[in-house]
C-alpha cells in the first residue's frame, strides 16, 4: 500500500545533540510537510516542501533545518537538540489538487533531555 | 488572525451514545474544512471535507455540518463505538490558491466508555 513511514518512531537525547528525523513516502506526492505537536497545542508547521527544490519555512522552523533528498524523501534535523523541541513530529505529504488532503505518517515520539 | 477553535476540550461518552463536537474559525479567505480522526500513536486522517456550498455531509456514522455565514461547523458521532476513542482535529484551508497551508484546531479527544 502507498504510505507515508518515519523513523525512527521514538527517541530520547540530550540537550546539544544533533538529531536527524527522516520521512519516506510511496505515495509519489511531490508535496511534503514536517509538523510538530504538543499537547493542547493543534498541529504546527515547521517546513515544507513542493518539490525537489523547493523548501519554505513553516510558522516555528527556528532550530530546525531540512533537506529534500528525493521526491520520496524529505529529513527534519534538529542541529542542538533543546528540552523545549520534546514533542510529536508528523511528516505529511499531499498532491496538487487534492483538496488540500494530507496524508500523515505515524509520527516520531521526540524526547529531549 | 485566522484561527481555528474545538470545544469541548474533551469529551467521555458511554458506548451506543451520540455526541457533536464543535468547531469555529476565523479563517478567510475560506476554501475548505476538513475532519481528521487521531487514534493514539498515529497519524491524522481525513474523515470528511466541507466546501463553502455544502451544508451537511456524511460518512459513516460520521455527519459534518458547515455554517459558512456564522463560520462554524460540527461532527456528530451517532451510536458511538469504542473504536471513536480518539482525537478529532478541525482543519481549515485558508487559500484558494492551493498553497496546502492549513490552519488547525487543537482538537477534542473522545473517549467512549463501554
Known amino acids: 500500500d502507498a504510505d507515508v513511514t518515519q523513523t525512527p518512531r521514538n527517541r530520547i537525547t540530550k540537550t546539544g545533540k544533533r538529531i536527524m528525523l527522516e520521512c519516506s513516502q510511496t505515495?509519489?506526492?511531490?508535496?511534503m510537510y514536517w509538523y510538530r505537536q504538543d499537547p493542547g497545542l493543534g498541529l504546527r508547521l515547521i517546513y515544507y516542501?513542493?518539490?525537489?527544490?523547493?523548501?519554505n519555512k513553516g510558522e516555528i522552523s527556528d532550530g530546525y533545518s531540512v533537506s529534500r533528498q528525493a521526491q520520496a524523501k524529505f529529513s527534519l534535523s534538529l542541529e542542538s537538540a533543546i528540552p523545549n523541541q520534546t514533542a510529536l513530529y508528523f511528516c505529511a505529504t499531499s498532491v496538487l489538487g487534492g483538496a488540500d488532503e494530507q496524508f500523515f505518517g505515524p509520527g516520531t515520539r521526540l524526547t529531549v533531555l | 488572525k485566522n484561527q481555528v477553535e474545538q470545544s469541548p476540550q474533551s469529551l467521555i461518552i458511554l458506548e451506543g451514545k451520540n455526541c457533536t463536537l464543535q468547531?469555529?474559525?476565523?479563517?478567510?479567505?475560506?476554501?475548505?474544512l476538513r475532519w481528521y480522526k487521531q487514534d493514539t500513536g498515529r497519524g491524522p486522517v481525513s474523515l470528511t471535507i466541507?466546501?463553502?456550498?455544502?451544508n451537511t455531509k456524511s460518512n459513516g456514522r460520521y455527519t459534518a455540518t458547515l455554517d459558512a455565514d456564522t463560520k462554524q461547523s460540527s461532527l456528530h458521532i451517532t451510536a458511538s463505538q469504542l473504536s471513536d476513542s480518539a482525537s478529532y482535529i478541525c482543519?481549515?484551508?485558508?487559500?484558494?490558491?492551493?498553497?496546502?497551508?492549513?490552519?488547525f484546531g487543537q482538537g477534542t479527544t473522545l473517549q467512549v466508555k463501554p
Open positions: 468547531c469555529n474559525y476565523t479563517v478567510s479567505p475560506f476554501s475548505n
Open positions: 466541507m466546501t463553502f456550498s455544502e
Open positions: 505515495k509519489g506526492h511531490d508535496r
Open positions: 516542501s513542493f518539490d525537489v527544490k523547493d523548501i
Open positions: 482543519v481549515v484551508s485558508g487559500s484558494s490558491s492551493n498553497t496546502g497551508k492549513l490552519i
